[in-house]
């Protein structure tokens, strides 16, 4: 009689249990639980807060004063003063000049949309040929574009204004339905600038390569590449782009003073020189110092307005930045 074998002996094999899931590790940043530390974390954010915040609200609250107490000091109006905003549009009683701010804020806004629209398209599309293509000298020819940066403005502004000199673009005059003398202040951004170029390359270089190598063999060409991959998930990089320079091309005021002449013209930051030399004691005003700064937030809220739209974005690209170290 033939002996079992030992696995016949133990019965059939019992099936071996799951083993129990592992809750996953929280790795959020949390204060330490100390109440010493945390209150002097909170007071260090509120200090902060208070630092940035603080030159804003003294500015709206100025603006709501009548003259003789714009400089007291005072959060809360001794006596509000509303029509300062309206004086900015009609001007001063006084003075015979009529402010034309409405004029100057759709001249910024077209402007700084124009400027910013074409330096994030052009700085994407040099971009992504360096992070893509291989050729000969790509290395150098990138750290040429990067060398640029270290020129200071002020050595390039006198031939960059007698090349614009000699295009008749500095005199009166409107070309493709805008005035002449208003294309410096954006046109120079068709050609890329060496920030953005380098900002973008870098989120370029972290898109997997295979993407651009299956659209290839899809029927995709360089063009549509560009458009259908590399620009919707670089978007957060580009939003960022067109953010900075939106803000950069609003508060510029170098090149508003060289190229501007006409009232009809200005910027808001040229228009706020013009009102600041005509309201001012040096001018031969009365220190109208309130109607200076009603200006000033009207010309701060777009600004205000673009960040919190773009604020979303602006913080997932410094985040993906952060991934990519």
Same mark, same amino acid.
Not at 75 to 87: A, G, V, W
Not at 158 to 165: K, Q
Not at 306 to 322: D, M, N, S
């Given at each position: 009689? +033939? ?6 002996? &133990? ?12 809750? *996953? &590790? ?12 945390? !209150? ?8 902060? /807060? ?12 100025? +603006?709501?004063? *009548?003259? =003789? =107490?714009?400089? #007291? ?20 009683? #006084? ?6 701010? @409405?004029?100057?804020l759709w001249n +910024?806004? %077209?402007? !700084? ?45 006198? *031939?960059?204004? $007698? ?24 046109? *120079? ?10 900002? $973008? ?8 390569? #295979? ?7 899809? @029927?995709?060409?360089? %063009?549509?590449?560009? %458009? ?28 508003? $003073?060289?190229?501007?002449?006409? #009232?009809? !013209? ?23 110092? &309130? ?8 010309? /701060? ?13 602006f913080v997932e ?9």
């Amino acid at each position: 009689m +033939s002996q079992a074998s030992p696995v016949q002996a &133990q019965g059939p094999a019992q099936p071996i249990p799951p083993a129990p899931p592992v809750a *996953p &590790q929280e790795r959020r940043w949390r204060p330490s639980a100390r109440p010493l530390t945390r !209150a002097l974390y909170f007071a260090f954010l509120a200090f902060c /807060t208070v630092l940035f915040v603080y030159p804003f609200v003294w500015a709206v609250s100025a +603006s709501l004063k *009548p003259r =003789e =107490e714009v400089f #007291d000091n005072r959060l809360i109006p001794k006596h509000f003063h509303p029509s300062n905003y309206l004086d900015v549009f009609r001007g001063v009683s #006084d003075t015979i000049y009529k402010a034309q701010f @409405g004029t100057w804020l759709w001249n +910024s806004l %077209w402007i !700084a949309v124009l400027a910013a629209a074409t330096v994030t398209i052009s700085s994407a599309l040099v971009a992504f040929g360096f992070a893509y293509f291989r050729f000969p000298l790509r290395n150098f020819l990138f750290a040429c574009v990067l060398g640029t940066m270290m020129l200071p403005g002020v050595v390039t502004l006198v *031939p960059t204004y $007698l090349i614009w000199n000699k295009l008749h673009f500095t005199g009166p005059g409107t070309f493709l339905f805008l005035s002449r003398n208003q294309y410096p202040l954006w046109a *120079p951004n068709l050609f890329g600038s060496a920030f953005y170029i380098f900002l $973008l390359r870098q989120f370029f270089l972290g898109i997997p390569r #295979d993407l651009f190598e299956a659209s290839r063999m899809d @029927g995709d060409n360089y %063009w549509t590449m560009f %458009w259908r991959i590399a620009a919707p998930l670089a978007k957060p990089a580009m939003i960022v782009t067109f953010v900075f320079e939106f803000k950069a091309s609003w508060t510029e005021l170098q090149k508003t $003073l060289i190229y501007l002449r006409d #009232d009809g !013209a200005f910027t808001v930051p040229r228009g706020l020189k013009t009102l600041l030399d005509l309201y001012g004691p040096s001018a031969g005003g009365h220190g109208d110092y &309130q109607v200076i700064l009603a200006a000033t937030v009207l010309a /701060t809220l777009p600004m205000i307005i673009v960040f919190f739209l773009g604020q979303r974005f602006f913080v997932e690209g410094i985040a993906t930045q952060g991934r990519k170290g």
